[in-house]
């Protein structure tokens, strides 16, 4: 049957790899007739930020994924931000109020904090020990009633035990004696997330959660809130996160890597998917570039590893160097073009033709040309390179070369004829040139810079 699963990003940082990788998993199983939701859970009105809304939506749309339905085209189930859809939070707190499933919470900090070290010392997570539980009804309305703060809690039947049948983790058990009493609004009634998580599911008629499997542990209190509310709850897939290379998940809060920045470096969005998708999914017919339509046709969500992946920023560009041999002649130099930097010697689109079956991605292209520009001081590897024997007769070679008719002559051929190993003049010669020893051949830069400046730059060396 045709899914509707949703994608819930808070506007509170850019887009991650972690987080377009879960985009990418609900779109894909969309793609296959389903409905593709873009739900906002900006309630946290601190952190969150508009500006970052479109940041993400504007990466989603990058990355190439589509959405049909979301805060900027719509849908028969909106609004699709959750600062927009109190009412409804509101109107099923009243539910739970009437049911008696919920009770005011007056505990402070000191409260809360009572009875944690008996738990971790049980090997149990800490919960909420049900102090506020016993006020009645009368009492906890006097108290409110008086300005005491306080918040709403859930009240968890102990006796239960819950069943998360995910499709990813398998049957994942949970006793509601470990979870506790757990808050689910504040006291002006504004939701927390599992109840406008609960809620929102329920209302926008989602049929599959896909979801990083840092979100387990809420699924019971979830399943719980559908429960007292008379919804069905969708079925979950939790997938595990993806590991940066030091073992942890990736976060926003590390600095991980974002969709903004890979764009900004020229990776291509085919690349990127390509490279997400792999993050513990595996083809069935054993291929590892694959386009737009291949991962829609070839992805099963049966396919996905319960074992967390790790991301590989060298894998990735190995992939998207083989995406942009997908790429026509003129596409390569228009993308490198892009990129390359202005050059008082070379226009961009000359750098790029050079260049454009060099690259692995297009913003490398910004530092195969750096000091054409404008000369860098030579750093050590160049200073050793300089310092060389017979580096001092390369720059004298190269410097005739340059200035004999035609521009920059043959240097590798003038070189030679001079007896002087290439492997030890070539990065003598590319220092001077750029202060650099290793980089682009040292007859690309002679092209790039012209016969003067380049004149100009051994000159200098020569002197130094």
């Known amino acids: 049957m045709p899914e509707r699963v949703r994608f819930s990003p808070a506007p509170t940082g850019d887009l991650h790899l972690g987080g377009a990788r879960t985009a990418l998993l609900n779109h894909l199983i969309a793609a296959a007739g389903g409905d593709f939701v873009i739900r906002i859970e900006d309630t946290d009105a601190v952190r969150s930020d508009s500006g970052r809304e479109a940041g993400l939506l504007r990466d989603l749309a990058w990355l190439g994924l589509r959405w049909s339905e979301g805060p900027d085209v719509g849908g028969p189930f909106g609004p699709y931000r959750q600062s927009e859809r109190t009412a409804l939070y509101a109107a099923a707190l009243d539910r739970l109020v009437t049911a008696g499933r919920?009770?005011?919470?007056?505990?402070?900090?000191?409260?809360?904090?009572?009875?944690?070290?008996?738990?971790?010392?049980?090997?149990?997570?800490?919960r909420y020990r049900g102090g506020c539980r016993s006020i009645g009804a009368e009492d906890s309305l006097d108290r409110a009633g008086a300005g005491e703060a306080y918040a709403w809690r859930f009240a968890v039947d102990p006796e239960r035990e819950w069943v998360v049948d995910d499709?990813?983790?398998g049957p994942v058990r949970f006793s509601a004696a470990d979870i506790g009493d757990f808050l689910i609004a504040r006291s002006d009634g504004t939701a927390l997330y599992d109840l406008a998580c609960a809620v929102d599911d329920d209302a926008m008629r989602i049929t599959l959660v896909v979801r990083g499997d840092d979100h387990l542990p809420n699924t019971p209190r979830q399943l719980m809130l559908h429960e007292a509310l008379g919804a069905t709850p969708p079925r979950y897939a939790h997938v595990p996160l993806v590991l940066g290379s030091d073992g942890r998940p990736l976060a926003k809060s590390r600095g991980a890597e974002s969709v903004a920045s890979l764009r900004e470096q020229g990776f291509l969005p085919a690349a990127v998917v390509n490279h997400l998708a792999l993050l513990g999914w595996s083809d069935p017919y054993g291929r590892e570039v694959l386009g737009a339509d291949d991962l829609v046709e070839a992805f099963d969500l049966a396919r996905v590893s319960p074992a967390p992946p790790v991301h590989d920023p060298a894998r990735l560009r190995w992939l998207n160097k083989r995406h942009m041999g997908l790429l026509t002649p003129d596409q390569r130099i228009a993308l490198v073009a892009e990129h390359a930097p202005p050059l008082p010697c070379a226009d961009p689109l000359a750098v790029a033709e050079a260049l454009a079956d060099e690259v692995e991605v297009a913003g490398d292209v910004r530092r195969l040309v750096a000091g054409i520009a404008e000369a860098l001081g030579p750093d050590e590897e160049a200073v050793a390179a300089l310092s060389a024997p017979g580096a001092q007769r390369a720059l004298e070679v190269a410097l005739e070369a340059v200035r004999a008719p035609g521009g920059t002559g043959d240097l590798r051929d003038a070189l030679k004829a001079a007896g002087l190993p290439i492997r030890e003049a070539l990065p003598a010669v590319r220092a001077a040139l750029t202060g650099r020893a290793h980089g682009l051949p040292a007859t690309t830069l002679l092209a790039f810079l012209g016969p003067a400046e380049a004149a100009s730059r051994l000159e200098l060396a020569l002197r130094a």
């Open 102 to 126: 919920v009770y005011r919470c007056f505990c402070g900090l000191a409260d809360l904090g009572t009875g944690r070290g008996d738990d971790s010392a049980e090997g149990r997570p800490p």
């Open 167 to 169: 499709a990813v983790h």
